[in-house]
Nanobody, 126 residues
């Protein structure tokens, strides 16, 4: 079992920054991918950024490349998402999730993830 607690959401104006944090506990060794997903009202959940924990390789959705940075702290078992140059279309509930299997492709697909945090709201106003 893996437990995830995500935090750090809030309300900012367009162009601002926020940093989300995911605290991972339990069987952390089985967490091969940890990442961030989001779901806006009326839309499907989508992958934002994930990191393959053993090589530390990040993957980003095209919509956030160059603006968001995912990082992991193996000592404290946290995965953070630094979000800069936020846009109103980034408004959503953001969820941390982890997966226990290696993927050949599509690491940003939500259905591949086994454990989820409770979510943290990000609101960007224009």
């Amino acid at each position: 079992q893996v437990q995830l607690v995500d935090s750090g959401g809030g309300s900012v104006q367009a162009g601002g920054s926020l940093r989300l944090s995911c605290a991972v506990s339990g069987n952390t060794a089985s967490s091969l991918y940890i990442g961030w997903f989001r779901q806006a009202l009326g839309k499907e959940r989508e992958g934002v950024a994930v990191i393959a924990t053993r090589p530390g390789t990040p993957y980003y959705a095209d919509s956030v490349k160059g603006r968001f940075t995912i990082s992991q702290d193996n000592t404290n078992h946290t995965v953070d998402l630094q979000m800069n140059s936020l846009k109103p279309e980034d408004t959503a509930m953001y969820y941390c999730a982890c997966a226990r299997a290696y993927f050949l492709n599509s690491p940003l697909t939500p259905s591949k993830y086994n454990y989820w945090g409770q979510g943290t709201q990000v609101t960007v106003s224009s």
